[in-house]
């Protein structure tokens, strides 16, 4: 929008052309044209134009972007410039700039350092709070908008860990891609816990997770269940048992998971055999348990479905825990206080038709 307004020169007297704009030097020309445009909810100054015609550069002045409040959220999550700068794909000063720049708009600290820990201040603590509704808020605007010619598209962030991945999705990646062939679907792979904590800061739109869940703002929507039994290499004397007992299995050498739920399902059955258990090896994957099981360096608990191409093939044999049953649930958890995008809602519904279906 251009405003033409005509004026003398009067050396002691400014002109401002609208209650958002700045008041400009007075200058010696009869005529000043002042631009201004729509930008981040604000009226500005095309600075070029507005300079040029009052023969000076005017003072810069910033607007607080998305991409810095994103940055800020990281950094008070991690606790560390360097931390969040890595989890962005960013360089510490790139980070560091952009909550300088944050600071000084506002006029505030918003860390205080404490060692080599930072620490929100009072008002961060508040950009902290309304930062996260922005981005949700902005989230929620893009998918919306995108949504308006009801299309099922976009993309689908999951969490799941590496196993889940492996033996439980892939079949309901394949029918949700053979229902809804233009949404994406993006995995972020971690243990149980780091998945509902992504779920918790609004980073991932749905997570696949080992039950029992307790945040009540979850929905739950059960789809898998399996039974842990041991396993050992076909050749093994325990490959001819009909079962054996968690006593028998601490004298054997044992090859656990390095964490997660089956992890502390190992540690609390094998609590009293404790002094006299022996793990040979911790390995971070089932793939490379099960290899390492094949090749005679000890067996292990998995789920059945886990190691049921190899149990197949001959290369390893199941064998029940006596009087003992374990069992993994797991299920898909969304959170109902946000609103879910079509793409979602459309994967939650192939999800939930194959309820039951996956379990072995």
Known sequence: MQI?????????????????????????????TFVYRLDNGCLSQDRAEAAEAVGTALPRRESMELDQVAAFLEVARQQSFSRAAEKLYRTQPAISAQIRALEEEFGQKLFDRLGRKIFLTPSGEVLYE????????????????????????????????????????????????????????????????????????????????TLPVTQNYLKVVPIFEDELQVVVPAKHPLAKRSSVSVEELAGEPLIFPKGGHTRELLEKIFRRYRNQLQISMELASVESIKKFVSAGL???????????????????????????????????????????????????????????????
């Open 130 to 209: 309304y930062g996260e509704k922005l981005l949700d808020l902005h989230r929620e605007t893009l998918q919306r908008v995108r949504e308006a010619q009801n299309a099922v598209s976009g993309k689908v962030v999951v969490g799941a860990n590496e196993a889940t991945c492996l033996y439980v999705l892939p079949r309901v990646f394949a029918e949700f891609k053979h229902q809804h062939p233009q949404v994406g679907i993006s995995i972020y792979r971690n243990f149980t816990h780091k998945i509902l904590q992504k779920m918790a800061e609004s980073q991932i739109d749905l997570g696949i997770v």
């Open 298 to 360: 000890g067996i292990s608990l998995l789920s059945r479905s886990y190691a049921e191409m190899e149990t197949k093939s001959g290369i390893l044999k199941l064998v029940p825990v006596q009087d003992l049953k374990l069992t993994r649930r797991l299920g898909l958890v969304y959170r109902t206080d946000r609103h879910l995008s079509r793409s979602v809602q459309a994967f939650v519904a192939v999800a939930a038709d194959f309820s039951g279906k996956l379990s072995s």
């Open 4 to 32: 033409l307004r005509e004026r003398k020169s009067v050396p002691t007297e400014t002109h401002s052309v609208h209650s958002h704009s700045r008041v400009l030097p007075q200058t010696e020309s009869d005529i000043i």
